[in-house]
């Protein structure tokens, strides 16, 4: 068995004469003449090595076949460790060369049941980069396609354009450097999904879906500066899914929002994450990611408010009884208008080049950070309670400038809810389950209730601006907040009661 320790980054065709004339690549010698690789994926007609996440794939390179076997790794901004077993096929399956005794076991006891499922035929362009000693990745350029029959007989197809860095001898890392490198003059975004993964969405026809936070994998045995490298390289997964998957649409417009607001709960996440763990990291390390991170989510502009402003206080109005039933019509159409165009800025504003690149900053820096004497004394579920003790401090100080119902102040006690639920979520695995849960539970109401005020407050700012601009609107626009009137007085009075438990009451940590 060996481990394959790879990165893989993709890029639009149109890049790949830039990227052959990268100094980088172009000053890479070449290992031979560029070759087309014919790969048959094969499974059990119900997936069965799918569901146990084992590929097992026949390449033909001219005269030659090789019997590959590759397990599922975790995979964090393109980088990957998987263990692979390859060896000459002849015609028939042979595993005895397996050392892992569950994934010997599975391919013997399916072996009989095997056939093809889908195939891959690219063309590969392969260089080293070998700059010092000790240090060699091979540079393969893969462009061509991922072809399924489909159950009704269809033949389906998907692109291939990538480049795959393959180390040889040196540091994981060292990938995500020359990537980086790469990636200040290049259009490439890191790719988790690998060419056995896409063949089996094309073959099930599994449309893409937002990603949405990984639970906290963080363990009490870890130093803070590893914890804090756990839970970043999960938000990064979450980004970077969300980025991929929104790239992948063709028309920018047809992009579902949901991508585009996981993206922006993956920089929240992050610059939080920062923020929580800043004593035990390098200032300027902190400073300009937190800086970084806050412009990429700014390119989104206000989709997200729009779309809750549509769905959430729009939808739910009846306009039975209003006597200006055109105005509310006016209104609907001015706020979907409003909607599409923030969808439409949102989208058009995420860009590859700029994802990829700061992905892979991200990244590099991530695994480049230091582990000193105070991280590595430092007990971690010391540093998580001393610092959720001064978020829940400060969350109190904000309780307190909340009594008097100012929604500005509203507005930032439930920003500083939503802080302390973060962090909960992130050190959740150090402190007992059932404390941890009912506690969350509690936080996600109260900050569902300051949602809602928060929510009827930015609304009435729009509106009152649209009537601004629109006089004709504004018997719509009272109708909308009177209807919401009733609930919002009723929530704004009980708010404060419902948060105070959760800060003056006992603590999960």
Request: charged share 25%.
């Amino acid at each position: 068995m060996s481990h394959e320790i790879e990165l893989k980054l993709a890029l639009p065709q149109r890049a790949l004469p830039a990227l052959r004339r990268h100094p980088l690549i172009a000053g890479a010698p070449k290992l031979g003449n560029a070759v087309t690789l014919d790969n048959t994926y094969y499974d059990t007609p119900d997936l069965a090595l799918k569901a146990r996440k084992v590929a097992l794939r026949i390449r033909r390179q001219g005269r030659l076949s090789l019997q590959t076997v590759k397990c599922a790794a975790v995979s964090s901004g393109g980088l990957s460790q998987r263990p692979e077993w390859e060896q000459a096929y002849a015609e028939q399956f042979d595993f005895s060369a397996i050392d892992a005794p569950e994934v010997a076991k599975l391919l013997n006891r399916h072996r009989d049941a095997l056939v093809p499922v889908f195939t891959t035929r690219f063309r590969r362009e392969t260089r080293r980069h070998a700059p010092r000693p000790g240090l060699s990745i091979l540079l393969m350029i893969d462009t061509g396609e991922v072809i399924v029959t489909t159950a009704a007989g269809e033949l389906q197809r998907t692109p291939i354009c990538e480049l795959e860095l393959e180390l040889e001898a040196g540091r994981p890392q060292d990938l995500v450097e020359l990537a980086s490198t790469l990636a200040q003059d290049l259009p490439l975004m890191p790719a988790d999904i690998s060419k056995a993964e896409r063949g089996y969405r094309l073959f099930l026809g599994t449309p893409l879906s937002a990603t949405r936070a990984e639970a906290s994998a963080i363990t009490p045995g870890q130093n803070v500066v590893d914890a804090f490298r756990t839970l970043a390289l999960s938000c990064v997964r979450q980004w970077q899914a969300n980025a991929a998957a929104a790239l992948a649409h063709a028309d920018p417009d047809s992009i579902h929002p949901d991508f585009i607001h996981q993206l922006r709960v993956s920089q929240r996440r992050l610059r939080a994450l920062l923020k929580f763990f800043a004593p035990a990291l390098p200032p300027g390390f902190v400073g300009e990611w937190n800086q970084r991170l806050r412009e990429n989510a700014a390119r989104f502009g206000d989709a997200r408010d729009l779309d809750v402003f549509c769905t959430e206080l729009l939808d739910a109005v009846t306009p039975e009884g209003l006597a200006d039933v055109a105005a509310f019509e006016a209104l609907l159409q001015t706020a979907h208008e409003m909607r599409d165009a923030a969808r439409s800025h949102a989208t058009h504003n995420l860009d590859m080049a700029t994802q990829g690149r700061l992905l892979l900053g991200f990244t590099a820096a991530l695994l480049q950070l230091p582990t000193g004497s105070l991280a590595e004394a430092a007990d971690l579920r010391t540093f998580a309670r001393l610092r959720l003790d001064r978020l829940r401090k400060r969350a109190r100080r904000q309780f307190e400038a909340a009594a008097t119902l100012v929604p500005t102040r509203l507005h930032a006690l439930r920003i500083g809810f939503k802080q302390l639920r973060y962090g909960i979520e992130f050190f959740a695995p150090l402190f007992p389950a059932k404390a941890v849960d009912r506690y969350l539970e509690g936080m996600v109401r109260a900050q569902t209730l300051l949602g809602f005020l928060q929510d009827v407050d930015t609304a009435q700012a729009r509106l009152a601006q649209w009537v601004q601009d629109r006089p004709a609107l504004a018997p719509a626009a009272a109708f909308v907040l009177g209807w919401h009137a009733s609930r919002y007085a009723r929530l704004r009075r009980r708010v404060l009661h419902d948060c105070e438990p959760l800060l003056w009451g006992k603590k999960p940590w």
